[in-house]
């Protein structure tokens, strides 16, 4: 936050920075200085470019038969200098506040106050509302994406790329670095209440992500995309979470102590995304490394869970046991599932 104070007769400078930004309220001004309801004066700067510098001069009308001297000017963020031309103004006069605003780096609606105070009772609390829509030539709404996939289904998201530039553009070309992932652009009309009434043109993007069943986990995938024969262009990060065919709960059998010569049971739940049918869990494999210690039995539960019952025989050894179920289900698109198995024998 930045501000400055001005005493009778002398003119004093004092800058104090905010370090929480433009989001903080200002800071209170002395609590001897006479309150009233404020006067307001709004000036708009439209569409600015990021990290643009731009100035604006508010003139303040001294209608009373009384000097008026500045107090106090605080701004309401460290992106605004306010500085006044005189250190009064006179009864029947103009007093002229120069703010120097300067943009913010990134796509936003941008919205900063002066808040201006002087010495005498008859005067107002005048408020200088300065607003700018600080845009990219080409703006991308959202600028990234985000997508969670089920194995073997689709996802469908949709974007916008506005023109804010001082020429038209041809429609955008849009080049994705997964061919699984496509796009389709269309030109929206200026009289669409979505398009802001700054924008030369705009276009919804359609977004379709669907992924291979090898595909798994996070992908990043980049839509490069070039505007005015190439003038402007911009990659878009589209994060493609594609989901587990299955979910194992627990994720591991851990049978704790097991003494010789005895028996031990657990079992697991196979949680599948999408339903399942008899058929397709009819024709299933079951295999491990654990030879004649382990013995698996595989039963549904209803359309989307199966659980395994796993039985571990203790033998007349001792130390840990450690080894993997492997269970493939061929008629489903899925990746072989693997279920770590660990115990500790004791004689």
């Known amino acids: 936050m930045a501000g400055a104070a001005y005493g009778h007769g002398v003119f004093l400078s004092i800058v104090a920075l905010s370090l929480f930004g433009c989001s903080q309220p200002a800071v209170s001004l002395e609590n001897n200085l006479p309150k009233s309801a404020p006067l307001s004066i709004r000036h708009d700067f439209g569409v600015v470019r990021p990290s643009s510098k731009h100035e ?22 460290t992106c605004m200098v306010s500085i006044p031309e005189t250190e009064q103004i006179p009864p029947g006069g103009s007093g002229r506040i120069t703010v120097t605003y300067n943009a913010k780096g990134v796509t936003r609606d941008d919205k900063t106050t002066v808040e201006v105070r002087f010495w005498e009772s008859s005067a107002p609390f005048w408020e200088l509302t300065v607003t700018a829509k600080v ?29 804010f530039s001082e020429t038209s553009w041809d429609a955008p070309n849009i080049v994705s670095s997964h061919s699984w992932l496509t796009t389709q652009v269309s030109e929206l009309p200026l009289s669409d209440p979505q398009i802001e009434g700054d924008a030369r043109q705009a276009w919804r993007v359609a977004l379709n992500a669907s992924p291979p069943s090898s595909v798994n986990g996070h992908v990043t995938v980049n839509l490069l995309t070039l505007v005015g024969q190439e003038e402007y262009s911009r990659n878009i990060p589209v994060e493609v979470r594609v989901r587990q065919p299955v979910v194992l709960i627990p994720s591991e059998l851990f049978f704790g102590r097991v ?8 079992e697991a739940v196979i949680r599948f995304r999408r ?26 539960r209803n359309s989307r869970e199966c659980v395994l019952s796993v039985t571990l025989r203790s033998e007349d050894q001792s130390g840990l046991l450690e080894g993997q179920i492997y269970i493939d289900f061929p008629k489903l698109e899925i990746s072989t599932i693997r279920i770590p198995v660990r115990a500790l024998l004791e004689l």
């Open 56 to 77: 604006h001069t508010f003139t303040l009308a001294n209608t009373s038969e009384e000097v008026w001297t500045f107090a106090a000017i605080e701004n309401s963020c």
């Open 135 to 163: 845009r990219e030539p080409m703006t991308v709404r959202p600028d990234s994406l985000m997508l969670e996939v089920d194995p073997g289904t689709s996802r469908d998201e949709v974007f916008e790329i506005t023109n």
């Open 259 to 266: 003494a010789a010569s005895s028996e031990c049971s657990r």
């Open 275 to 300: 339903e399942v049918d008899d058929a397709q869990l009819s024709l299933k494999r079951i295999t491990h490394t654990l030879g004649d210690l382990l013995d698996c039995e595989l039963r549904r």
